[in-house]
């Protein structure tokens, strides 16, 4: 099973500033197969990016994400307040899928 | 508008079963493998299940297998999942999500939540 890490477990910013969001594998992922989801309290979980770089439908273009191999990352260029929420990595291989615990990225 | 509503949780004795439904609208179901996605309270997302489109390819997390079955009704727009033997464990908010080509998830539902207690 590939286990996803994500760092930091929380990320305190203000808007305005650039988040940096980290997604490591325990072993090679396929980069078709990495995705990043923002979830808010109380809300389902939507998607941002597929293929470790490629914008969902609708996601503002200050989203944008990276890497290959075992190293992923989400960047925010510029965070909006609707921003602040928890965003997961989420992986497929092997007939299954596996999520990142998460990083919560809060108003400082 | 395209659209996934589950329904079928709530509270339920530890050894007891549940049936989860999720009612698609919007888009043509039956061309679209699926998943259940938990979520338990405070907890980060666990996927529980994956069933392909055609129902022929059908897989489930270590952490539920032999106790939970996955399956979906292309005809009548509609995903299920039944849970058998719950344990406190499987308390959490249950989302189905529709999965596109690359294996992400693209539309989720609003969750129904099981509650596994006595």
């Known amino acids: 099973e590939i286990v996803l890490t994500q760092s930091p477990g929380t990320l305190s910013l203000s808007p305005g500033e650039r988040a940096t969001l980290s997604c490591r594998a325990s072993?090679?992922?396929?980069?078709?197969?990495l995705a990043w989801y923002q979830q808010k309290p109380g809300q389902a979980p939507r998607l941002l990016i597929y293929?470790?770089?490629s914008r969902a439908t609708g996601i503002p273009d200050r989203f944008s994400g990276s890497g290959s191999g075992t190293d992923f990352t989400l960047t925010i260029s510029r965070l909006e307040p609707e921003d602040f929420a928890v965003y997961y990595c989420?992986?497929?291989?092997?007939?299954?899928?596996?999520f990142g615990q998460g990083t919560k990225l809060e108003i400082k | 508008e395209v659209q996934l509503v589950e329904s079928g949780g709530g509270l339920v004795q530890p050894g007891g079963s549940l049936r989860l439904s999720c009612a698609a609208s919007?888009?043509?179901?039956?061309?679209?493998?699926m998943n259940w996605v938990r979520q338990a309270p405070g907890k980060g997302l666990e996927w529980v299940s994956y069933?392909?489109?055609?129902?022929?390819?059908?897989y489930y997390a270590d952490s539920v297998k032999g106790r939970f079955t996955i399956s979906r009704d292309n005809a009548k727009n509609s995903l299920y999942l039944q849970m058998n033997s719950l344990r406190d464990e499987d308390t959490a908010v249950y989302y189905c999500?529709?999965?596109?080509?690359?294996?992400?998830?693209?539309?989720w539902g609003q969750g129904t939540t099981v509650t596994v207690s006595s």
């Open positions: 999500a529709r999965i596109r080509g690359s294996y992400h998830m693209d539309v």
């Open positions: 919007g888009f043509t179901f039956s061309s679209y493998s």
């Open positions: 069933i392909s489109s055609s129902s022929s390819t059908i």
């Open positions: 989420q992986q497929y291989g092997s007939s299954m899928y596996t």
């Open positions: 293929g470790a770089s």
């Open positions: 072993q090679s992922v396929s980069s078709s197969y």
